[in-house]
Protein backbone atom coordinates (compact mmCIF):
# COMPACT_ATOMS: atom_id res chain seq x y z
CA UNK A 1 0.00 0.00 0.00
CA UNK A 2 1.18 3.33 -0.88
CA UNK A 3 2.47 5.25 2.36
CA UNK A 4 3.73 8.53 3.45
CA UNK A 5 5.15 10.52 6.91
CA UNK A 6 2.57 12.98 6.49
CA UNK A 7 -0.74 13.31 5.54
CA UNK A 8 -2.60 16.51 5.36
CA UNK A 9 -6.07 16.47 4.64
CA UNK A 10 -7.74 19.12 2.99
CA UNK A 11 -6.09 22.00 0.94
CA UNK A 12 -7.63 25.04 2.29
CA UNK A 13 -6.72 27.48 4.48
CA UNK A 14 -5.55 25.40 7.20
CA UNK A 15 -4.14 22.36 4.77
CA UNK A 16 -2.13 24.69 2.30
CA UNK A 17 -0.14 26.99 5.33
CA UNK A 18 0.77 23.62 6.74
CA UNK A 19 1.94 22.13 3.42
CA UNK A 20 3.99 25.22 3.06
CA UNK A 21 5.59 25.25 6.98
CA UNK A 22 6.63 21.87 6.21
CA UNK A 23 8.12 21.55 3.11
CA UNK A 24 10.10 24.10 4.38
CA UNK A 25 11.31 22.56 7.54
CA UNK A 26 11.35 18.72 7.05
CA UNK A 27 13.77 17.94 4.47
CA UNK A 28 13.57 14.20 2.92
CA UNK A 29 10.16 13.41 4.29
CA UNK A 30 7.51 12.55 1.86
CA UNK A 31 4.38 14.45 2.26
CA UNK A 32 0.73 13.94 0.32
CA UNK A 33 -2.00 17.08 0.07
CA UNK A 34 -5.22 15.15 -0.54
CA UNK A 35 -7.89 17.34 -1.76
CA UNK A 36 -11.19 16.06 -3.00
CA UNK A 37 -12.73 16.73 -6.37
CA UNK A 38 -16.39 16.97 -5.30
CA UNK A 39 -17.87 20.57 -5.72
CA UNK A 40 -20.55 19.33 -2.71
CA UNK A 41 -17.47 19.15 -0.20
CA UNK A 42 -15.16 21.94 -1.53
CA UNK A 43 -15.30 25.77 -0.55
CA UNK A 44 -16.44 28.75 -2.65
CA UNK A 45 -14.07 31.34 -3.36
CA UNK A 46 -13.70 33.79 -0.13
CA UNK A 47 -12.03 36.54 1.39
CA UNK A 48 -9.61 36.02 4.06
CA UNK A 49 -8.80 39.29 6.53
CA UNK A 50 -6.72 39.53 9.19
CA UNK A 51 -4.20 42.19 10.97
CA UNK A 52 -0.36 41.97 11.25
CA UNK A 53 2.69 44.17 11.15
CA UNK A 54 3.17 45.95 8.06
CA UNK A 55 5.20 43.36 6.08
CA UNK A 56 3.73 39.93 6.42
CA UNK A 57 4.79 35.88 5.11
CA UNK A 58 1.81 36.16 2.97
CA UNK A 59 2.20 39.88 1.56
CA UNK A 60 2.91 37.98 -2.32
CA UNK A 61 -1.03 37.39 -2.30
CA UNK A 62 -2.46 40.47 -0.54
CA UNK A 63 -4.79 42.26 -2.59
CA UNK A 64 -6.42 44.65 0.37
CA UNK A 65 -4.73 46.62 2.91
CA UNK A 66 -6.35 49.45 5.24
CA UNK A 67 -4.27 51.67 7.87
CA UNK A 68 -6.98 52.34 9.48
CA UNK A 69 -10.75 50.93 10.70
CA UNK A 70 -14.06 52.50 11.68
CA UNK A 71 -16.64 50.99 14.29
CA UNK A 72 -20.42 52.89 13.98
CA UNK A 73 -22.16 52.33 17.38
CA UNK A 74 -25.90 51.83 17.22
CA UNK A 75 -26.54 55.29 17.60
CA UNK A 76 -24.50 56.33 15.07
CA UNK A 77 -21.09 57.19 16.72
CA UNK A 78 -18.29 56.57 14.79
CA UNK A 79 -14.62 55.66 16.17
CA UNK A 80 -12.24 55.46 13.46
CA UNK A 81 -8.56 54.95 14.45
CA UNK A 82 -5.14 54.01 12.84
CA UNK A 83 -4.30 50.99 13.53
CA UNK A 84 -0.67 51.17 13.82
CA UNK A 85 1.77 49.38 14.04
CA UNK A 86 -1.42 46.76 12.74
CA UNK A 87 -2.80 46.82 9.22
CA UNK A 88 -5.98 44.97 8.29
CA UNK A 89 -4.84 43.02 5.29
CA UNK A 90 -7.31 40.69 2.73
CA UNK A 91 -6.39 37.87 0.45
CA UNK A 92 -8.55 36.31 -1.91
CA UNK A 93 -8.39 32.47 -1.47
CA UNK A 94 -7.62 31.69 -4.98
CA UNK A 95 -4.42 34.48 -4.54
CA UNK A 96 -3.41 32.28 -1.20
CA UNK A 97 -3.53 28.89 -2.93
CA UNK A 98 -1.59 30.00 -6.05
CA UNK A 99 1.09 31.39 -3.96
CA UNK A 100 1.52 28.37 -1.97
CA UNK A 101 1.02 25.74 -4.80
CA UNK A 102 3.90 27.50 -6.43
CA UNK A 103 6.25 26.31 -3.79
CA UNK A 104 4.78 22.89 -3.04
CA UNK A 105 6.74 20.68 -5.88
CA UNK A 106 7.72 18.25 -3.09
CA UNK A 107 4.28 17.86 -1.76
CA UNK A 108 2.03 14.73 -3.54
CA UNK A 109 -1.16 16.23 -4.82
CA UNK A 110 -3.66 13.89 -4.47
CA UNK A 111 -7.35 14.38 -5.93
CA UNK A 112 -9.34 12.02 -3.45
CA UNK A 113 -12.39 12.14 -1.01
CA UNK A 114 -11.15 11.32 2.41
CA UNK A 115 -14.23 8.87 3.48
CA UNK A 116 -12.27 7.72 6.78
CA UNK A 117 -9.50 8.42 8.80
CA UNK A 118 -8.32 5.46 10.75
CA UNK A 119 -5.51 6.00 14.22
CA UNK A 120 -2.85 3.03 14.88
CA UNK A 121 -0.09 2.71 17.27
CA UNK A 122 2.24 2.64 14.19
CA UNK A 123 0.74 4.87 11.72
CA UNK A 124 -3.09 6.10 10.59
CA UNK A 125 -4.58 4.68 7.32
CA UNK A 126 -6.94 6.75 4.86
CA UNK A 127 -9.84 5.63 3.30
CA UNK A 128 -10.77 7.48 0.24
CA UNK A 129 -12.92 7.56 -2.90
CA UNK A 130 -10.62 8.90 -5.59
CA UNK A 131 -11.90 11.19 -8.55
CA UNK A 132 -13.25 8.33 -10.49
CA UNK A 133 -15.09 7.10 -7.73
CA UNK A 134 -12.75 3.82 -7.14
CA UNK A 135 -12.21 3.19 -3.25
CA UNK A 136 -8.47 4.20 -2.39
CA UNK A 137 -6.15 3.72 0.61
CA UNK A 138 -3.19 5.78 1.85
CA UNK A 139 -1.45 5.12 4.73
CA UNK A 140 0.83 7.57 6.60
CA UNK A 141 2.62 8.21 9.90
CA UNK A 142 1.07 10.87 10.80
CA UNK A 143 -2.30 12.63 9.27
CA UNK A 144 -3.27 16.26 9.86
CA UNK A 145 -7.38 16.25 8.80
CA UNK A 146 -8.72 19.98 8.31
CA UNK A 147 -12.23 18.26 7.17
CA UNK A 148 -14.72 20.87 8.43
CA UNK A 149 -16.68 19.84 12.18
CA UNK A 150 -20.35 18.41 10.85
CA UNK A 151 -21.97 18.86 14.62
CA UNK A 152 -21.35 20.35 18.21
CA UNK A 153 -21.93 18.92 21.22
CA UNK A 154 -25.33 19.54 22.09
CA UNK A 155 -24.60 20.97 25.57
CA UNK A 156 -22.02 23.39 24.26
CA UNK A 157 -23.20 26.37 23.52
CA UNK A 158 -22.53 27.38 19.52
CA UNK A 159 -23.62 30.33 17.45
CA UNK A 160 -22.59 31.10 13.69
CA UNK A 161 -21.17 33.97 12.35
CA UNK A 162 -23.10 33.92 9.16
CA UNK A 163 -23.26 36.51 6.50
CA UNK A 164 -23.85 37.43 2.69
CA UNK A 165 -21.70 40.42 0.93
CA UNK A 166 -22.20 42.59 -2.00
CA UNK A 167 -19.18 43.10 -4.32
CA UNK A 168 -20.69 46.94 -5.35
CA UNK A 169 -19.92 49.09 -7.66
CA UNK A 170 -21.56 52.70 -7.24
CA UNK A 171 -21.55 55.57 -9.50
CA UNK A 172 -21.18 58.12 -7.56
CA UNK A 173 -17.35 57.71 -4.99
CA UNK A 174 -19.19 56.62 -1.76
CA UNK A 175 -16.05 54.46 -0.19
CA UNK A 176 -13.19 56.14 2.05
CA UNK A 177 -10.00 53.65 1.10
CA UNK A 178 -7.98 55.01 4.22
CA UNK A 179 -10.10 52.61 6.78
CA UNK A 180 -12.09 49.68 6.82
CA UNK A 181 -15.75 49.30 8.63
CA UNK A 182 -15.25 46.49 10.86
CA UNK A 183 -18.27 46.81 12.76
CA UNK A 184 -20.97 48.88 12.10
CA UNK A 185 -23.78 48.15 14.49
CA UNK A 186 -26.30 50.53 13.08
CA UNK A 187 -28.10 47.48 11.52
CA UNK A 188 -31.73 46.34 13.48
CA UNK A 189 -30.20 43.90 15.96
CA UNK A 190 -31.31 40.75 16.61
CA UNK A 191 -33.47 39.19 20.13
CA UNK A 192 -30.22 37.48 20.78
CA UNK A 193 -26.81 37.80 19.51
CA UNK A 194 -25.68 40.80 17.11
CA UNK A 195 -25.80 42.29 13.84
CA UNK A 196 -23.53 44.87 11.95
CA UNK A 197 -22.65 45.92 8.81
CA UNK A 198 -18.83 45.48 7.23
CA UNK A 199 -17.25 47.56 4.14
CA UNK A 200 -14.09 46.90 2.33
CA UNK A 201 -13.64 49.66 0.22
CA UNK A 202 -10.77 48.82 -2.62
CA UNK A 203 -11.65 52.11 -4.43
CA UNK A 204 -14.02 55.21 -4.01
CA UNK A 205 -16.80 53.67 -6.29
CA UNK A 206 -15.54 49.91 -4.99
CA UNK A 207 -16.26 47.59 -2.23
CA UNK A 208 -16.96 44.39 -0.28
CA UNK A 209 -20.43 45.24 1.50
CA UNK A 210 -21.76 42.57 3.99
CA UNK A 211 -24.62 41.93 6.20
CA UNK A 212 -23.07 39.36 9.26
CA UNK A 213 -24.91 38.58 12.29
CA UNK A 214 -24.13 36.25 15.51
CA UNK A 215 -26.85 34.13 16.21
CA UNK A 216 -27.99 30.89 15.96
CA UNK A 217 -29.74 30.23 13.34
CA UNK A 218 -28.96 31.79 9.47
CA UNK A 219 -31.42 33.44 7.16
CA UNK A 220 -32.31 32.48 4.06
CA UNK A 221 -31.03 34.35 0.46
CA UNK A 222 -34.16 36.41 1.06
CA UNK A 223 -33.38 37.50 4.25
CA UNK A 224 -29.73 38.58 3.49
CA UNK A 225 -31.14 40.42 0.61
CA UNK A 226 -33.45 42.32 2.53
CA UNK A 227 -30.48 43.01 5.03
CA UNK A 228 -28.49 44.18 2.47
CA UNK A 229 -30.88 46.32 1.16
CA UNK A 230 -31.51 47.85 4.02
CA UNK A 231 -27.61 48.86 4.74
CA UNK A 232 -27.04 49.87 1.12
CA UNK A 233 -29.75 52.09 0.66
CA UNK A 234 -31.09 53.66 4.29
CA UNK A 235 -27.59 52.93 6.25
CA UNK A 236 -25.17 53.69 3.52
CA UNK A 237 -27.23 55.40 1.44
CA UNK A 238 -24.87 54.30 -1.31
CA UNK A 239 -27.59 55.59 -4.22
CA UNK A 240 -27.07 53.83 -7.96
CA UNK A 241 -25.17 51.00 -7.43
CA UNK A 242 -24.42 47.64 -8.95
CA UNK A 243 -23.41 44.36 -7.80
CA UNK A 244 -20.89 42.50 -9.46
CA UNK A 245 -19.82 39.62 -7.10
CA UNK A 246 -21.62 38.03 -4.03
CA UNK A 247 -19.84 36.56 -0.85
CA UNK A 248 -21.55 34.25 1.70
CA UNK A 249 -20.63 31.98 4.26
CA UNK A 250 -21.31 30.66 8.19
CA UNK A 251 -18.48 30.20 10.46
CA UNK A 252 -18.77 28.14 13.77
CA UNK A 253 -18.60 30.10 16.97
CA UNK A 254 -18.21 27.25 19.73
CA UNK A 255 -17.61 26.51 23.33
CA UNK A 256 -17.42 22.94 22.72
CA UNK A 257 -13.60 21.68 22.75
CA UNK A 258 -12.20 21.44 19.34
CA UNK A 259 -8.96 19.63 19.88
CA UNK A 260 -5.58 19.49 17.91
CA UNK A 261 -4.79 15.65 18.80
CA UNK A 262 -7.86 13.13 18.32
CA UNK A 263 -5.52 9.86 18.34
CA UNK A 264 -2.16 8.39 18.38
CA UNK A 265 -1.38 9.53 14.67
CA UNK A 266 -4.00 11.67 14.04
CA UNK A 267 -3.81 15.23 14.30
CA UNK A 268 -7.01 17.98 13.17
CA UNK A 269 -6.08 21.05 11.79
CA UNK A 270 -7.91 25.10 10.95
CA UNK A 271 -11.66 25.61 11.93
CA UNK A 272 -11.56 21.82 12.92
CA UNK A 273 -8.98 21.78 15.28
CA UNK A 274 -9.77 25.24 17.27
CA UNK A 275 -8.55 27.47 15.09
CA UNK A 276 -11.39 29.86 15.01
CA UNK A 277 -11.58 32.82 17.46
CA UNK A 278 -14.93 31.64 18.93
CA UNK A 279 -15.69 35.28 20.02
CA UNK A 280 -14.63 36.79 16.46
CA UNK A 281 -14.86 33.88 13.92
CA UNK A 282 -11.60 35.29 12.74
CA UNK A 283 -9.63 32.02 11.56
CA UNK A 284 -6.75 32.99 9.47
CA UNK A 285 -4.39 33.82 12.05
CA UNK A 286 -5.02 31.45 14.58
CA UNK A 287 -4.54 28.99 11.34
CA UNK A 288 -0.90 30.45 10.66
CA UNK A 289 -0.14 30.04 14.67
CA UNK A 290 -1.19 26.68 14.50
CA UNK A 291 0.54 25.58 11.55
CA UNK A 292 4.06 26.90 12.85
CA UNK A 293 3.87 25.02 15.53
CA UNK A 294 2.72 22.18 14.39
CA UNK A 295 6.06 22.29 11.90
CA UNK A 296 7.97 23.56 14.41
CA UNK A 297 6.88 20.41 16.52
CA UNK A 298 7.27 17.95 13.82
CA UNK A 299 11.01 19.61 12.99
CA UNK A 300 12.06 19.32 16.93
CA UNK A 301 11.02 15.15 16.35
CA UNK A 302 8.14 16.34 19.40
CA UNK A 303 4.28 15.59 19.01
CA UNK A 304 2.95 18.56 17.78
CA UNK A 305 -0.11 18.17 20.56
CA UNK A 306 0.04 21.46 22.53
CA UNK A 307 -0.56 23.75 19.09
CA UNK A 308 -3.63 25.29 20.36
CA UNK A 309 -3.93 28.79 18.15
CA UNK A 310 -5.91 30.08 21.54
CA UNK A 311 -5.11 30.28 25.23
CA UNK A 312 -7.37 28.74 27.68
CA UNK A 313 -7.92 32.08 29.12
CA UNK A 314 -9.12 33.42 25.86
CA UNK A 315 -11.55 30.61 25.30
CA UNK A 316 -12.89 31.37 28.96
CA UNK A 317 -13.57 34.57 28.48
CA UNK A 318 -14.93 33.67 24.57
CA UNK A 319 -17.19 30.93 26.55
CA UNK A 320 -19.01 33.87 28.58
CA UNK A 321 -19.42 36.02 25.89
CA UNK A 322 -21.44 33.43 23.77
CA UNK A 323 -23.39 32.39 26.46
CA UNK A 324 -24.39 36.12 27.41
CA UNK A 325 -25.22 36.38 23.49
CA UNK A 326 -27.46 33.22 23.17
CA UNK A 327 -29.25 33.78 26.05
CA UNK A 328 -29.75 37.30 25.48
CA UNK A 329 -27.96 38.04 29.16
CA UNK A 330 -25.48 40.67 26.72
CA UNK A 331 -26.73 42.99 24.25
CA UNK A 332 -24.24 42.12 21.66
CA UNK A 333 -23.91 46.47 20.21
CA UNK A 334 -23.61 47.88 23.49
CA UNK A 335 -20.89 45.34 23.95
CA UNK A 336 -18.80 45.76 20.65
CA UNK A 337 -19.85 49.42 20.88
CA UNK A 338 -18.38 49.59 25.11
CA UNK A 339 -15.46 47.46 23.73
CA UNK A 340 -14.28 50.46 20.88
CA UNK A 341 -15.40 52.99 22.07
CA UNK A 342 -13.29 52.05 26.08
CA UNK A 343 -9.78 51.12 23.99
CA UNK A 344 -7.11 52.10 21.74
CA UNK A 345 -8.05 49.96 18.57
CA UNK A 346 -4.55 48.22 18.64
CA UNK A 347 -4.59 46.94 22.06
CA UNK A 348 -8.01 46.04 20.77
CA UNK A 349 -6.70 43.87 18.03
CA UNK A 350 -4.18 42.42 20.14
CA UNK A 351 -7.13 41.66 22.40
CA UNK A 352 -8.87 39.96 19.63
CA UNK A 353 -5.98 37.99 18.09
CA UNK A 354 -5.21 36.72 21.98
CA UNK A 355 -1.80 38.59 22.46
CA UNK A 356 -2.83 40.08 25.34
CA UNK A 357 -2.02 39.46 28.87
CA UNK A 358 -3.68 38.81 32.15
CA UNK A 359 -3.58 42.43 32.94
CA UNK A 360 -4.19 44.31 29.96
CA UNK A 361 -7.43 41.64 29.84
CA UNK A 362 -8.64 42.88 32.82
CA UNK A 363 -8.27 46.42 31.24
CA UNK A 364 -10.42 45.16 27.96
CA UNK A 365 -12.85 43.70 30.20
CA UNK A 366 -13.35 46.56 32.48
CA UNK A 367 -14.91 48.70 29.64
CA UNK A 368 -17.34 45.80 28.62
CA UNK A 369 -20.88 46.28 30.27
CA UNK A 370 -20.27 44.89 33.89
CA UNK A 371 -22.94 44.08 35.23
CA UNK A 372 -24.03 41.73 32.03
CA UNK A 373 -20.96 39.64 31.70
CA UNK A 374 -20.84 39.16 35.84
CA UNK A 375 -24.07 37.46 35.86
CA UNK A 376 -23.41 35.55 32.64
CA UNK A 377 -20.08 34.61 34.27
CA UNK A 378 -21.84 32.88 37.34
CA UNK A 379 -23.83 31.15 35.08
CA UNK A 380 -21.29 30.35 33.36
CA UNK A 381 -19.35 28.77 36.43
CA UNK A 382 -21.73 27.76 38.71
CA UNK A 383 -22.13 24.24 38.87
CA UNK A 384 -24.39 22.52 36.81
CA UNK A 385 -23.81 20.49 33.42
CA UNK A 386 -19.85 21.35 32.42
CA UNK A 387 -19.59 22.51 28.81
CA UNK A 388 -16.31 21.89 28.81
CA UNK A 389 -16.06 18.24 29.07
CA UNK A 390 -18.31 16.65 26.81
CA UNK A 391 -17.22 14.18 24.47
CA UNK A 392 -15.97 15.12 20.65
CA UNK A 393 -18.13 14.00 18.27
CA UNK A 394 -17.10 17.18 16.22
CA UNK A 395 -16.53 14.56 13.07
CA UNK A 396 -17.70 11.67 11.44
C1 LIG B 1 -17.01 33.17 3.13
C2 LIG B 1 -16.05 33.09 4.28
C3 LIG B 1 -15.26 34.18 4.59
C4 LIG B 1 -14.36 34.11 5.66
N1 LIG B 1 -13.61 35.21 5.95
C5 LIG B 1 -12.72 35.14 6.95
C6 LIG B 1 -11.89 36.26 7.23
O1 LIG B 1 -12.04 37.33 6.63
N2 LIG B 1 -10.95 36.13 8.19
C7 LIG B 1 -10.78 34.97 8.89
O2 LIG B 1 -9.88 34.90 9.73
N3 LIG B 1 -11.58 33.92 8.67
C8 LIG B 1 -12.53 33.97 7.73
N4 LIG B 1 -13.32 32.89 7.48
C9 LIG B 1 -13.20 31.71 8.35
C10 LIG B 1 -12.03 30.79 7.98
O3 LIG B 1 -10.84 31.52 7.80
C11 LIG B 1 -12.24 29.99 6.76
O4 LIG B 1 -13.41 29.21 6.89
C12 LIG B 1 -11.04 29.08 6.44
O5 LIG B 1 -11.18 28.69 5.12
C13 LIG B 1 -10.91 27.87 7.36
O6 LIG B 1 -9.79 27.11 6.95
P1 LIG B 1 -9.79 25.54 7.03
O7 LIG B 1 -8.55 25.08 6.36
O8 LIG B 1 -10.08 25.10 8.41
O9 LIG B 1 -11.06 25.09 6.17
P2 LIG B 1 -11.25 25.23 4.57
O10 LIG B 1 -10.50 26.40 4.06
O11 LIG B 1 -12.72 25.17 4.34
O12 LIG B 1 -10.55 23.92 4.03
C14 LIG B 1 -11.08 22.62 4.18
C15 LIG B 1 -10.67 21.85 2.93
O13 LIG B 1 -11.03 20.49 3.09
C16 LIG B 1 -11.53 20.01 1.85
N5 LIG B 1 -12.37 18.86 2.13
C17 LIG B 1 -13.58 18.86 2.73
N6 LIG B 1 -14.02 17.60 2.87
C18 LIG B 1 -13.07 16.79 2.35
C19 LIG B 1 -12.94 15.38 2.22
N7 LIG B 1 -13.89 14.56 2.67
N8 LIG B 1 -11.82 14.89 1.64
C20 LIG B 1 -10.84 15.71 1.19
N9 LIG B 1 -10.91 17.06 1.30
C21 LIG B 1 -12.01 17.59 1.89
C22 LIG B 1 -12.30 21.19 1.27
O14 LIG B 1 -12.46 21.09 -0.13
C23 LIG B 1 -11.38 22.36 1.67
O15 LIG B 1 -10.43 22.64 0.67
C24 LIG B 1 -14.25 32.92 6.43
C25 LIG B 1 -15.07 31.84 6.13
C26 LIG B 1 -15.97 31.92 5.07
C27 LIG B 1 -16.86 30.74 4.81
Known sequence: MDRVNVAIVGAGAAGLSLAHRLTKRLDGRSIALVETAESALRPPVRTWCFWETARGE??????????????????????CSSAAPLVYKMIRSPDFESLVRGDL????????????????????????????????ELAADVV?????????????????????????????PRFDTGAAVLMDLRTPQPDRGVSFGYVLPFSAHEALVEYTEFSQDVLDRAGYEAALHDYTDRVLDLGEFSVTGTEQGAIPMTTAPLRVPVGRRVFRIGTAGGATRPSTGYTFAGVQRQTEQIAAALAAG???????????????????????????????????????????LPRLLDFLDGRTTPLTDLT??????????????????????ALAREPDDTQS
Open 302 to 344: RRPGGSAAHSRRHLFMDAVLLRGLAEGRIDGADFFASLFRGNP
Open 58 to 79: WDGAVSGRWPALSVFGPDGTQW
Open 105 to 136: ADVRPIEATVLDVVDGAGGALLRMRDAVGRPA
Open 364 to 385: VGATAPIGPMLSTLWAHVRPGP
Open 144 to 172: FDSRPPVAFPPSAVTLRQHFRGWFVRTAE
